[in-house]
């Protein structure tokens, strides 16, 4: 968690609040009782922290702060974020951060370095290996291809 590898902060935290809830499903004495939504986080609550996401794309996000944000526990907000988005806290984040990236570099008047760590990312290169894998293409031909 305290490396800030491909994945970062946000993603090891999402990772280590999905083991915490396999082993209490799975191997704790009493059952887990949480309350039931049919749809998820509520929409103000969801609006929330999209505004939040969005005002802090270039900033590390974690799953705490969003779980603070939707004043909720985080692994009660893993499920209910992913019930809401069908995506989880990462893979949101990360998705916005790309959308981020796509529309600074079809306004062409910053590098891409710069571009990737107003994203978010550690580095241009993290920036360029998630963008390829979000887009299919790297940066630099995308901007070309503009």
Wanted: aromatic share 8%; net charge positive.
């Amino acid at each position: 968690m305290n490396t800030e590898g491909l994945g970062g902060r946000l993603y090891s935290e999402t990772l280590g609040t999905q083991l915490a809830i396999h082993l209490l499903r799975n191997y704790s004495v009493y059952p887990l009782q949480l309350k039931q939504y049919s749809g998820g986080l509520s929409p103000s609550k969801l609006q929330k922290v999209i505004e939040y996401i969005e005002a802090n794309l270039a900033s590390k996000i974690s799953l705490n702060n969003l779980a603070q944000v939707a004043q909720i526990s985080p692994s009660y907000f893993l499920r209910l974020f992913k019930q809401s988005t069908g995506a989880t806290p990462h893979q949101y984040v990360t998705q916005r951060r790309v959308e981020l990236g796509k529309r600074l570099l079809k306004q062409g008047k910053l590098p891409i370095v710069e571009i990737a760590m107003t994203c978010g990312f550690n580095s241009q290169s993290s920036f360029t290996k998630t963008f390829r894998r979000v887009v299919g293409i790297t940066p630099k031909t995308y901007q070309k291809q503009l």
